[in-house]
Structures are given as structure tokens and as C-alpha cells.
């Protein structure tokens, strides 16, 4: 509507022209999914049956339009409620408050024995049952987490240039997540559990910009500080109680005399991170324009360290803490400047250059562990906590050219330096760029977007040893176990990289769009002969959006993403004295692709003008995982025993797919009431052998809580009744 | 009545947060709002009920927000003395067709909106390939409750270009914005950061932090690559993988580990190594993966 002030049709409320809107109603299952299956299909959403107030807009505007107040709610009294405030005068200041409830159920499907005796205390029958008990162990109703955000905020504008904001935001996480706890090693006799979550964050934020026709600043400072409510998470062994008793499932180790009966493992610690930022653009002569910044902030975390263990069965003088905590302390230094020039006046010749500079230092206390105890069972030798610090630099020059009226192009060339400490395995990698880019607009219904991109890592040296090094003092033997020599990882990996994206956009009509993309990426690990081989990527998508009349808007898109990528390793067993073999022909070869198939559909239209509209909305995704293993050598070097571990063994595919649709007639009785019908449907099947058929006790020493998204299908109908009031 | 003229606004509103001296219509070839009413009625109505609106037209705080519809389509007088018409008078429209340059177009719109969020438009990835501000806001009506977006929603809007992240929200792993409680801006500043990929926060991992700030640390155990950047791992776009993890566990973490006494074979024959793969594979023991504060996490299992 227009500004009228007083018009006959407002509706008034103490000067207010009020305006606003309510729909309530009522939803029901014809194919509710059960407990068990619900995972998934209520991940993120609350979708309790019965009556909703599916949301409520509330405005009262003084009729000049000078000062405002909005109310904004949805999905009133449900898990995943969310509300918006704001009251203000305009271009003056503002307030805005905001709640919003997230939950996150991960698992209806959980089997456990365990009780939680008190917060993060699991704790199991004093007599250890066989583990095959473990399989028929209770249901958990759900494994979930429900996140509520407050935030509330100003924004002062005294004047057009001089914006002043300030903001306080909690975050409050309740629930729990799926965890696990070894009491052995490696990879034996662990026991899946919960991870208590009871976390805090605040935030408060503030900010100033200041913005004169030639230049402009602004200065901000970010506090932010986690509380974890919880340290730890205290859980029993399954295999041991404290009394050398056989336990069925178990290995003979896990119930030894020493071994835990109880395991004890850190929660996030405690920390706070103290954030500045400043910011200053100007506007220089020859039509350039430079911006630069920097952040600079602080990572602080002093929590008191847990002990070694709990078990009382292992006592050392190695095991006496040299400091009660880490005084962990993160600085990060990021400085960014940007120079755009279009300095050759009528040359249509655009320059730009950007460096970027983020140093993280990790001044944290180096701390070396006399001893340690590995999963509450075994005392061991020295370990030394390093810090890893690096800087990361980044250059890029590039110029771009109107070749002529419709068409742009640009060519840059770009640099990445990591510079990371002694103990990473890199100490010094560039990657040098290039960019060809093209803009063309040939004809007005018709714009084309082409970007190639080669990059190319090169490092000075890889040092396999580095972690190792600064990790296992005094434990050769250990040390020689550590990663092979053949090994780059990606991360740090020479590669050259090859990336080509195209965006063509056909406007034929006004009311018609249709833009297919296309994307490419290859790396090749040129210089690793074991780890990440090469991957390749590419995807083909396209967006429709046609409003062929006005009462009729169609959107859509399609998809099709193929991710692939080979990786070499090896099978490396270590004998009984501690020596690490390294046969040739124990590698093995994984060729991993995920194909992925996405669409989306929407229509929106008016039946009868004014009357009857038709939405309907759906969407289809289905991805297939394969991973194919093989030996590029027949494995026969070992034992029998350790020929059969390295052979490569064929891992079944796994796949999942969603299916939904929404659609609802909404009827208007007047201009102030309406109703509407509607019916969703969603399906979901996925398979994946890594958790289909879990049990909780599979094998030997190992109970897992059998956690897993299920298959599930939905069909919902409902109906509402919306009101609207004032314009 | 009708809302009042820019000429006629400051002197009614007494409270204006600064004295404003809207051109006049005879200053170089402006003819005020009320001329352009006189033909494009619809528009002007439906722009007047915008925020925008509301200040330029009624509440102006300087001269150039004074200028109502010519503050951004340009002097109007030769297009009005031409008799109107689509692309009579050089105004700028700011449709697909318009003859005006990109970068001249978007001058119009940075000229205010050049702090806050904006600030680092100019040689941002977006300002860099020219595309156009009315991309993605329809400044004219409220076509969206917030932010004026050229489509319903912000991820349709981002979608428009950015197809596979936008269809990557439909993935079994995915961040909860399908259901509509993110979206890509809670990530990302489309008009320009001093971060990558356009992040609103300084780097990649303070991004991440914003809502998982148990992941920050610092840690006395630090597992490397989790410090430098989240996206080793994870692809927040969403994944087919659990965790929206970018490969399949255990492959992820072997791309960077060959670890003695962790069998890597571990399907069908080997029952004892069905638990370095199934359910949480080599997190069923490396529990605290992004770190651990426990003297004895050095393996991140405490």
C-alpha cells in the first residue's frame, strides 16, 4: 500500500497504524514414521501433530512512517520456535531482539545398557555382562541437541554516515551427542557412549563506521566467551569391572588385572577469544580505491588439566602433572589490503592487486608429559604437546580489460605462501596462480561467465618425521611406527590444479531466466607416492525462473555433481617386537567417487485472482557413494595372516535418497481471511553397510551404541486459517 | 492526502537528524518525485511502502536520499520534456537491457550503501565480474521481508549462479538451512570481506566458530589441519557423508595417515577390523578430533 496517512482503511492503535497477520492450524499424519525412524526426517524440525500457530506478524508504523515496531514468530511453542523484534525510528536507531530454537535429533535408534548415574557418568552393572547382552540392551528414546540463540542489538545512525551497532548474542546447547571411549589400543575394546553437552557462548559485539564521501573507516571489537559445563565424561570399561572375570566377547587383555574399569576422557575446555577489527577505504585520484584492514585476535583457554587417569592401578611419578593447565593463549594477526585502479582514463582497464597476510601463533605453554597413560590402561613413555603455528600470505594481481562493449576480460596471477613451524611436515609451500575470466553480454538476453584457473604447489621439503619428532621423546621405537616416508599428505602435497567454471544466464524474456553452470576441478598429487593420488570433480546444474503471467511463478533446478578421487596406501603390520614392515606389495589402491543428483521444484499460482492460489514444492536428491579397493600387487611378502589383512577387501556402495513435496490451496474468503489445505510428503532411504547393520556388539572387545538414520516416509495433511489485518 | 514532497519533508519534520536541501527542480535537470508519480504511479506507491522509500521520499536525512527517484535513476527532466518512454532521457534503469554500465549502475547504490557490510565492494569477487546489485535486490517493492531480494529467499537468490551449492542444502548431511534456520549469509557477505569466499568473519575457521566455539580452543593437544582450516575435512555446503565430511571415513583421515597397527583392509575377512571402519570408523577411539585439553589425548582418544 502507499504512505497514506489515516486512511479510511487503517486500523489505528494509539496513533500506530497497525498491520499484521496470524495463521493457525491443525496437522495431522495419514504416515507418521516411527520413533525409531525419525532421525532424519526431524532432524532440524519439530513436527509434533496437532495444533500449530505457524507464525504471527505484528507492525505498528506511526502513519509518516518515521518510527516502527515489527514482531515476527514462528512455529509458537514448538522445539523449533523462532521469534524477531525490532522497534526503531527510522534511519535514526534500531533494536532487534531475536530467539531461535534449533534442535538436532541424531539418533532414535541407539541401544545402550549403560545408566548415567549423574551428569556424564555412565556407568554399567558392577558384574561386566558377555557383550552379546549389549545387544539387547534398552532403546534411547534419542540422541539430540537443542540449540537456543538470543540476540539482541542496537543500530544507531545519527547520521547518514556515522553508523554505530552493538550486539549481545547467547547460545545455549543442551543435549547430547553420540561419542565413544577406548580402553585399549589401538582400536580395541572401545565402548560407544553419549557426549553430555551443556555449553554457553556469549558473544557481545561493537562496532563504529564512520563513511565520508572519500573515505571510510570503522573500528569493531568481538568478545566472545565458552563455558562448558561439563569437563569430562566418565564411563565403564564393558570388558572390565575390576575384577579379573572373563567376559564374554572380550579379548583376555581387556579384562587383565590393571586394566580401567572405568575410563575417563576431556570435554572442550573453557575458553574466551577477544577479537578487534579496523577497517579504512579512500577513494584516491586516478579512480582508485584502496581498502585495507586488519583483525587482530586472541584465543584464551587455562583450564585445570584432568589427571592422567583414573585408574587407580597405575601410579608413576611420570604421571605428575608439570602444570596445572595449558595457559593456552592464540594470536591471530590478519592484515588485508586491496588497490582497485582504473587509472588510463577513457582505456577501459581495470587493475587490482590484494595481499593478505594471517598470522597465527600459537604461544601456548610447550608442555612435555614425563609420562602418560594411553586410554587409562597403559603407562607409557614421554609425550610433548607442540603448538603449531603458521602465516599464510596470499598475493593476487589481475586486470581486467573491456575488450569491447558486451564482452570483459580478465587475466591475474595469484600467490599462496604457508609458512607453518617445524613440526608440520612442510615448513614452506607456494602456490602460484593464474586467472583467464570472460564476461560476455553479446546480445541483452544472453550473459556468459568463463573462468580458467591453473594453480601449482611446490614446497621446499617434506619432512615425514616432523610430527613424530617433536611428539615421542625418548620412544624410538614409536617413533619408528609412525607415518611412512612415501606419505605426502593432501594438505601438503605438491599439486598442480586445473579448475574451469562457465555461467551462461538466457533471459529470453523479461520473466524468463534459464542459467546452466558447469564446474571442473583437477589436481594431480604430483609427488606423492603414497597418499592422495589425483581427484576429479565436476558438476552441471541449471536454474529456470519463468513468470509466464503474473499468477503464475515457476522456479527449478537441476544438478548432477560427480566427485571422484584415487588415493594409494599401504598395509603396514608391526611384528610383536615393535618393527613396522613395509612391503611394496601390501599397497593398496581405493578409487572413491560420489555421484550426486539434485532437483528442485517450485510453482506458485494464482487459480482465481484474488481468491485461490495452488503452491507446490518439491525436491529430489539422490547421491551414490562407491569406494573400490584393490592391490596393484598381490600381497605376499607377510605371514598368512598378514598377507590376508592387506589384501584388499571390495566395500559395497552406499547411496541415500530424499524425496519431498509440499503443496496447499489457499482459498481467500475476504481480503482479511483465508484458509488453506495442505499435504507434504517425505521420503528418505539411504544404505550404507558401515551402519545398517550395526549391532552394538559386532566382534571382539567392541560395543557400539547401534546409532544410525533410518528409512522413513511421511505423509502429512493439515489445514490452516490465516487472519490479516490493517494494510 | 498524498505523502509529502521531498521539498515539503524537512520543514514538516522538525526532527530530522540533519537539515536537508533537496535539489529543486530546476537543478540540472531534476524534476522531483512528484513528476515521476505523475506516470509511474504503481511504482512510486509500492517503493514509497519500502524502508527506502519511506526515507527518500518522506524522510530524507540529506540532499542526495532528498533526491528521491532521481537520487538513483539520474536527472529525469530531458526524459520528462521527451515525453517518457523506456530509454528516453539517458536515466538509468537498472533493467537487464539497461545501456548503462554495470560498475556506473552500482555507483549508484554504493554512493550510500559504502560502510558496514559494503565496505569491501570494490575489488570483491562479485564487483570484480560486474554483477549488477539488481542481481539479487529488487529495490522497487518488498518482495521479501527483509533485505528486498530478488528472489523468495536467500539461498534462491545465491542460487540463482551458485546451482551446486544451493542443491548441495539437499543433502543427507547438511547444516539445518532447507529448514530455514541458516542461510547462506549467516556464513557469508556476498557483498565483499576481507576473508575468503566472501566469509563475514576474518577466516575461515572464525567462521565456523561463531556457533561452534567448543571447537576453538586452543587445546594442548592440537590436531594440525584442524587449526588451519575446517574445510580440510568438512564441506559446510552440505556432503553425502556424515558430519559433512568431504570423503567417506575412514578414507578421509587416510589421505593423511598410514598408521602402523590400524589395518586399512578391514571388510570381510578381518572381523577384528570391522571397528577401524564401521559406525564411527577411526573416531570410534580419536574421539576429540579437533582437539584435546586431556594430558594423555596426544591420539585424541581422551
Request: hydrophobic share 35%; glycine share 8%.
Given at each position: 500500500?502507499?504512505?497514506?496517512?489515516?486512511?479510511?482503511?487503517?486500523?489505528?492503535?494509539?496513533?500506530?497504524?497497525?498491520?499484521?497477520?496470524?495463521?493457525?492450524?491443525?496437522?495431522?499424519?495419514?504416515?507418521?514414521?516411527?520413533?525409531?525412524r525419525?532421525?532424519?526426517?526431524?532432524?532440524?524440525?519439530?513436527?509434533?501433530?496437532?495444533?500449530?500457530?505457524?507464525?504471527?506478524?505484528?507492525?505498528?508504523?506511526?502513519p509518516?512512517?518515521?518510527?516502527?515496531?515489527?514482531?515476527?514468530?514462528?512455529?509458537?511453542?514448538?522445539?523449533?520456535?523462532?521469534?524477531?523484534?525490532?522497534?526503531?525510528?527510522?534511519g535514526?536507531?534500531?533494536?532487534?531482539?531475536?530467539?531461535?530454537?534449533?534442535?538436532?535429533?541424531?539418533?532414535?535408534?541407539?541401544r545402550?545398557?549403560?545408566?548415567?548415574?549423574?551428569?556424564?557418568?555412565?556407568?554399567?552393572?558392577?558384574?561386566r555382562?558377555?557383550?552379546?547382552?549389549?545387544?539387547?540392551?534398552p532403546?534411547?528414546?534419542?540422541?539430540?541437541?537443542?540449540?537456543?540463540?538470543?540476540?539482541?542489538?542496537?543500530?544507531?545512525?545519527?547520521?547518514?554516515?556515522?553508523?554505530?551497532?552493538?550486539?549481545?548474542?547467547?547460545i545455549?546447547?543442551?543435549?547430547?551427542?553420540?561419542?565413544?571411549?577406548?580402553?585399549?589400543?589401538?582400536?580395541?575394546?572401545?565402548?560407544?557412549?553419549?557426549?553430555?553437552?551443556?555449553?554457553?557462548?556469549?558473544?557481545?559485539?561493537?562496532?563504529?563506521?564512520i563513511?565520508?564521501?572519500?573515505?571510510?573507516?570503522?573500528?569493531?571489537?568481538?568478545?566472545s566467551?565458552?563455558?562448558?559445563?561439563?569437563?569430562?565424561?566418565?564411563?565403564?570399561?564393558?570388558?572390565?569391572?575390576?575384577?579379573?572375570?572373563?567376559?564374554?566377547?572380550?579379548?583376555?587383555?581387556d579384562?587383565?588385572?590393571?586394566?580401567?574399569?572405568?575410563?575417563?576422557?576431556?570435554?572442550?575446555?573453557?575458553?574466551?577469544?577477544?577479537?578487534?577489527?579496523?577497517?579504512?577505504?579512500?577513494?584516491?585520484?586516478?579512480?582508485?580505491?584502496?581498502?585495507t584492514?586488519?583483525?587482530?585476535?586472541?584465543?584464551?583457554?587455562?583450564?585445570?588439566?584432568?589427571?592422567?587417569?583414573?585408574?587407580?592401578?597405575?601410579?608413576?611419578?611420570?604421571?605428575?602433572l608439570?602444570?596445572?593447565?595449558?595457559?593456552g593463549?592464540?594470536?591471530?594477526?590478519?592484515?588485508?589490503?586491496?588497490?582497485?585502479?582504473?587509472?588510463?582514463?577513457?582505456?577501459?582497464?581495470?587493475?587490482?592487486?590484494?595481499?593478505?597476510?594471517?598470522?597465527?601463533?600459537?604461544?601456548?605453554?610447550?608442555?612435555?608429559?614425563?609420562?602418560?597413560?594411553?586410554?587409562?590402561?597403559?603407562?607409557?613413555?614421554a609425550?610433548?604437546?607442540?603448538?603449531?603455528?603458521?602465516?599464510?600470505q596470499?598475493?593476487?594481481?589481475?586486470?581486467?580489460?573491456?575488450?569491447?562493449?558486451?564482452?570483459?576480460?580478465?587475466?591475474?596471477?595469484?600467490?599462496?605462501r604457508?609458512?607453518?613451524?617445524?613440526?608440520?611436515e612442510?615448513?614452506?609451500?607456494?602456490?602460484?596462480?593464474?586467472?583467464?575470466?570472460?564476461?560476455v553480454?553479446?546480445?541483452?538476453?544472453?550473459?556468459?561467465?568463463?573462468?580458467?584457473?591453473?594453480?601449482?604447489?611446490?614446497?621446499?621439503?617434506?619432512?615425514?618425521?616432523?610430527?613424530?619428532e617433536?611428539?615421542?621423546?625418548e620412544d624410538?621405537?614409536?617413533?619408528?611406527?609412525?607415518q611412512?616416508?612415501?606419505?605426502?599428505?593432501?594438505?601438503?602435497?605438491?599439486?598442480?590444479?586445473?579448475?574451469?567454471?562457465?555461467?551462461?544466464?538466457?533471459?529470453?524474456l523479461?520473466r524468463?531466466?534459464?542459467?546452466?553452470?558447469?564446474?571442473?576441478?583437477?589436481?594431480?598429487?604430483?609427488?606423492?607416492s603414497?597418499?592422495?593420488?589425483?581427484?576429479?570433480?565436476?558438476?552441471?546444474?541449471?536454474?529456470?525462473?519463468?513468470?509466464?503471467?503474473?499468477?503464475?511463478?515457476?522456479?527449478?533446478?537441476?544438478?548432477?555433481?560427480?566427485?571422484?578421487?584415487?588415493?594409494?596406501?599401504?598395509?603396514?603390520?608391526?611384528?610383536?617386537?615393535?618393527?613396522?614392515?613395509?612391503?611394496?606389495?601390501?599397497?593398496?589402491?581405493?578409487?572413491?567417487?560420489?555421484?550426486?543428483?539434485?532437483?528442485?521444484?517450485?510453482?506458485?499460482t494464482?487459480?482465481?485472482?484474488?481468491?485461490?492460489?495452488?503452491?507446490v514444492?518439491?525436491s529430489?536428491?539422490?547421491?551414490?557413494?562407491?569406494?573400490?579397493?584393490?592391490?596393484?600387487?598381490?600381497?605376499?611378502?607377510g605371514?598368512?595372516?598378514?598377507?590376508?589383512?592387506?589384501?584388499?577387501?571390495?566395500?559395497?556402495?552406499?547411496?541415500?535418497?530424499l524425496?519431498?513435496?509440499?503443496?496447499?490451496?489457499?482459498?481467500?474468503?475476504?481480503?482479511?481471511?483465508?484458509?488453506?489445505?495442505?499435504?507434504?510428503?517425505?521420503?528418505?532411504?539411504?544404505?550404507?553397510?558401515?551402519?545398517?547393520?550395526?549391532?552394538?556388539?559386532?566382534?571382539?572387545?567392541?560395543?557400539?551404541?547401534?546409532?544410525?538414520?533410518?528409512?522413513?516416509?511421511?505423509?502429512?495433511?493439515?489445514?490452516?486459517?490465516?487472519?490479516?489485518?490493517?494494510? | 492526502p498524498?505523502?509529502?514532497?521531498?521539498?515539503q519533508?524537512?520543514a514538516?519534520?522538525?526532527?530530522?537528524?540533519s537539515?536537508?536541501?533537496?535539489?529543486?527542480?530546476?537543478?540540472a535537470?531534476?524534476?522531483?518525485?512528484?513528476?515521476?508519480?505523475?506516470?509511474?504511479?504503481?511504482q512510486?506507491n509500492?517503493?514509497?511502502?519500502t524502508?527506502?522509500?519511506?526515507?527518500?521520499?518522506?524522510?530524507?536525512?540529506?540532499?542526495?536520499?532528498?533526491?528521491?527517484?532521481?537520487?538513483?535513476h539520474?536527472?529525469?527532466?530531458?526524459?520528462?520534456?521527451?515525453?517518457?518512454?523506456?530509454?528516453?532521457?539517458?536515466?538509468?534503469?537498472?533493467?537487464?537491457?539497461?545501456?548503462?554500465?554495470?560498475?556506473?549502475?552500482?555507483?549508484?547504490?554504493?554512493?550510500c550503501?559504502?560502510?558496514?557490510?559494503?565496505?569491501?565492494?570494490?575489488?570483491?569477487?562479485?564487483?570484480?565480474?560486474?554483477?549488477p546489485?539488481?542481481?539479487?535486490?529488487?529495490?522497487?517493492?518488498?518482495?521479501?521481508?527483509?533485505?528486498?531480494?530478488?528472489?523468495?529467499?536467500?539461498?534462491?537468490?545465491?542460487?540463482?549462479?551458485?546451482?551446486?551449492?544451493?542443491?548441495?542444502?539437499?543433502?543427507?548431511?547438511?547444516?539445518?538451512?532447507r529448514?530455514?534456520?541458516?542461510?547462506c549469509?549467516?556464513?557469508?557477505?556476498?557483498?565483499?570481506?576481507i576473508s575468503?569466499?566472501l566469509?563475514k568473519?576474518?577466516?575461515?575457521?572464525?567462521?565456523?566458530?561463531?556457533?561452534?566455539?567448543?571447537k576453538?580452543?586452543?587445546?594442548?593437544?592440537?590436531?594440525?589441519?584442524v587449526?588451519?582450516?575446517c574445510?580440510?575435512?568438512?564441506?559446510?555446503?552440505?556432503?553425502?557423508?556424515?558430519?559433512?565430511?568431504?570423503?567417506?571415513?575412514?578414507?578421509?583421515?587416510?589421505?593423511?595417515?598410514?598408521?602402523s597397527?590400524?589395518?586399512?583392509?578391514?571388510?570381510?575377512?578381518d572381523?577384528?577390523?570391522?571397528?577401524?571402519?564401521?559406525?564411527?570408523?577411526?573416531?570410534?577411539?580419536?574421539?576429540?578430533?579437533?582437539?584435546?585439553?586431556?594430558?594423555?589425548?596426544?591420539?585424541?582418544?581422551?
Amino acid at each position: 500500500g502507499t504512505a497514506r496517512a489515516g486512511a479510511a482503511d487503517d486500523l489505528m492503535l494509539g496513533g500506530f497504524r497497525l498491520s499484521g497477520e496470524v495463521e493457525a492450524g491443525v496437522r495431522e499424519y495419514i504416515e507418521r514414521p516411527p520413533e525409531s525412524r525419525r532421525a532424519k526426517f526431524q532432524e532440524y524440525e519439530d513436527m509434533r501433530p496437532g495444533f500449530f500457530l505457524n507464525y504471527l506478524r505484528l507492525s505498528l508504523q506511526k502513519p509518516d512512517g518515521m518510527y516502527g515496531m515489527d514482531l515476527y514468530g514462528t512455529r509458537w511453542g514448538f522445539d523449533d520456535q523462532r521469534y524477531e523484534f525490532n522497534v526503531g525510528r527510522l534511519g535514526l536507531w534500531e533494536m532487534f531482539v531475536e530467539w531461535d530454537q534449533i534442535p538436532h535429533v541424531y539418533y532414535t535408534t541407539a541401544r545402550w545398557l549403560a545408566t548415567e548415574t549423574g551428569r556424564g557418568i555412565f556407568t554399567l552393572p558392577s558384574v561386566r555382562p558377555p557383550l552379546a547382552v549389549h545387544n539387547s540392551a534398552p532403546s534411547l528414546d534419542e540422541i539430540a541437541l537443542q540449540t537456543n540463540r538470543g540476540l539482541i542489538g542496537l543500530k544507531l545512525t545519527p547520521t547518514p554516515d556515522v553508523e554505530v551497532t552493538t550486539s549481545y548474542q547467547v547460545i545455549r546447547r543442551d543435549g547430547n551427542r553420540d561419542f565413544s571411549m577406548a580402553f585399549g589400543s589401538p582400536g580395541n575394546n572401545f565402548y560407544g557412549i553419549l557426549e553430555p553437552i551443556d555449553q554457553t557462548t556469549h558473544d557481545f559485539r561493537v562496532g563504529v563506521a564512520i563513511a565520508r564521501e572519500q573515505w571510510q573507516a570503522q573500528f569493531g571489537y568481538t568478545f566472545s566467551y565458552f563455558a562448558n559445563a561439563n569437563r569430562w565424561v566418565r564411563a565403564d570399561n564393558p570388558c572390565f569391572s575390576g575384577t579379573v572375570v572373563a567376559t564374554p566377547g572380550c579379548a583376555a587383555n581387556d579384562f587383565a588385572a590393571g586394566s580401567p574399569f572405568t575410563g575417563q576422557t576431556s570435554l572442550p575446555p573453557n575458553n574466551m577469544a577477544n577479537t578487534f577489527t579496523g577497517a579504512l577505504g579512500v577513494n584516491l585520484p586516478l579512480r582508485t580505491r584502496i581498502n585495507t584492514a586488519f583483525t587482530y585476535s586472541l584465543y584464551l583457554q587455562n583450564d585445570t588439566f584432568l589427571p592422567h587417569t583414573i585408574n587407580p592401578a597405575i601410579t608413576s611419578p611420570d604421571l605428575v602433572l608439570p602444570q596445572r593447565s595449558l595457559n593456552g593463549i592464540v594470536q591471530n594477526f590478519i592484515g588485508n589490503f586491496t588497490a582497485v585502479s582504473r587509472p588510463f582514463g577513457s582505456l577501459p582497464l581495470t587493475l587490482t592487486a590484494k595481499y593478505r597476510i594471517h598470522d597465527f601463533q600459537d604461544n601456548s605453554d610447550q608442555i612435555t608429559f614425563p609420562g602418560f597413560v594411553l586410554n587409562d590402561k597403559t603407562l607409557e613413555g614421554a609425550r610433548r604437546a607442540g603448538r603449531w603455528s603458521w602465516i599464510r600470505q596470499n598475493a593476487d594481481l589481475e586486470g581486467r580489460y573491456q575488450l569491447f562493449a558486451p564482452a570483459a576480460l580478465t587475466i591475474g596471477v595469484d600467490w599462496q605462501r604457508w609458512d607453518r613451524n617445524e613440526h608440520r611436515e612442510v615448513p614452506v609451500s607456494d602456490e602460484f596462480g593464474a586467472k583467464a575470466a570472460l564476461d560476455v553480454t553479446p546480445v541483452d538476453w544472453l550473459l556468459a561467465r568463463l573462468t580458467y584457473r591453473p594453480t601449482f604447489l611446490r614446497i621446499e621439503r617434506y619432512n615425514s618425521a616432523a610430527h613424530a619428532e617433536h611428539a615421542v621423546a625418548e620412544d624410538p621405537v614409536t617413533a619408528l611406527q609412525g607415518q611412512s616416508v612415501l606419505l605426502r599428505k593432501f594438505d601438503e602435497a605438491e599439486r598442480n590444479i586445473q579448475s574451469v567454471t562457465a555461467l551462461l544466464q538466457f533471459t529470453p524474456l523479461d520473466r524468463l531466466s534459464i542459467s546452466p553452470t558447469f564446474g571442473y576441478r583437477w589436481v594431480d598429487y604430483i609427488a606423492s607416492s603414497l597418499g592422495l593420488q589425483q581427484e576429479q570433480a565436476w558438476n552441471v546444474g541449471v536454474d529456470f525462473a519463468w513468470t509466464p503471467v503474473d499468477r503464475v511463478t515457476i522456479t527449478a533446478s537441476y544438478s548432477h555433481e560427480r566427485d571422484t578421487s584415487k588415493m594409494r596406501s599401504r598395509s603396514r603390520p608391526v611384528t610383536g617386537t615393535g618393527a613396522t614392515l613395509d612391503f611394496v606389495d601390501f599397497d593398496w589402491v581405493s578409487n572413491i567417487a560420489d555421484t550426486i543428483d539434485s532437483f528442485t521444484l517450485n510453482v506458485r499460482t494464482t487459480l482465481i485472482p484474488s481468491k485461490l492460489d495452488w503452491i507446490v514444492s518439491a525436491s529430489y536428491q539422490y547421491a551414490l557413494g562407491r569406494i573400490d579397493n584393490s592391490n596393484p600387487i598381490i600381497p605376499k611378502s607377510g605371514t598368512a595372516a598378514q598377507n590376508l589383512t592387506a589384501t584388499a577387501q571390495p566395500w559395497p556402495a552406499f547411496e541415500d535418497e530424499l524425496a519431498t513435496i509440499e503443496t496447499a490451496l489457499r482459498y481467500y474468503f475476504t481480503r482479511s481471511w483465508s484458509a488453506s489445505v495442505f499435504y507434504s510428503f517425505q521420503t528418505f532411504r539411504k544404505q550404507d553397510w558401515r551402519t545398517d547393520t550395526l549391532n552394538p556388539f559386532m566382534g571382539p572387545d567392541a560395543v557400539w551404541m547401534a546409532n544410525d538414520s533410518r528409512n522413513y516416509t511421511a505423509h502429512i495433511i493439515g489445514a490452516s486459517l490465516a487472519y490479516r489485518f490493517g494494510r | 492526502p498524498s505523502p509529502p514532497t521531498p521539498a515539503q519533508t524537512p520543514a514538516q519534520t522538525p526532527a530530522q537528524p540533519s537539515a536537508v536541501t533537496p535539489p529543486s527542480p530546476a537543478d540540472a535537470g531534476y524534476v522531483g518525485s512528484e513528476t515521476c508519480k505523475g506516470c509511474h504511479e504503481d511504482q512510486w506507491n509500492k517503493f514509497a511502502a519500502t524502508k527506502m522509500g519511506r526515507l527518500m521520499l518522506q524522510h530524507p536525512r540529506s540532499a542526495k536520499e532528498g533526491m528521491g527517484c532521481e537520487g538513483c535513476h539520474g536527472p529525469g527532466k530531458e526524459h520528462v520534456e521527451k515525453g517518457g518512454g523506456k530509454g528516453v532521457g539517458g536515466m538509468i534503469t537498472f533493467a537487464r537491457n539497461d545501456k548503462t554500465p554495470v560498475d556506473k549502475r552500482n555507483q549508484v547504490c554504493t554512493t550510500c550503501h559504502n560502510k558496514g557490510q559494503h565496505l569491501f565492494w570494490k575489488g570483491s569477487a562479485h564487483e570484480s565480474r560486474d554483477v549488477p546489485c539488481t542481481s539479487c535486490h529488487v529495490v522497487m517493492e518488498n518482495f521479501t521481508p527483509k533485505h528486498n531480494l530478488a528472489r523468495a529467499t536467500v539461498i534462491d537468490t545465491c542460487g540463482q549462479c551458485h546451482v551446486k551449492q544451493k542443491d548441495q542444502q539437499l543433502r543427507s548431511s547438511h547444516m539445518p538451512l532447507r529448514e530455514g534456520k541458516m542461510t547462506c549469509t549467516s556464513c557469508h557477505n556476498p557483498h565483499g570481506t576481507i576473508s575468503v569466499s566472501l566469509l563475514k568473519e576474518p577466516w575461515p575457521n572464525a567462521t565456523c566458530f561463531a556457533c561452534h566455539a567448543d571447537k576453538r580452543g586452543p587445546f594442548l593437544w592440537v590436531h594440525a589441519p584442524v587449526n588451519e582450516s575446517c574445510s580440510n575435512c568438512h564441506d559446510p555446503h552440505g556432503s553425502n557423508h556424515e558430519r559433512m565430511l568431504k570423503v567417506a571415513k575412514p578414507r578421509l583421515c587416510q589421505q593423511c595417515h598410514i598408521e602402523s597397527r590400524h589395518p586399512t583392509s578391514p571388510y570381510g575377512r578381518d572381523v577384528s577390523s570391522q571397528k577401524f571402519v564401521l559406525g564411527r570408523a577411526c573416531l570410534n577411539c580419536h574421539v576429540n578430533i579437533h582437539g584435546s585439553n586431556h594430558p594423555s589425548g596426544f591420539a585424541f582418544t581422551r
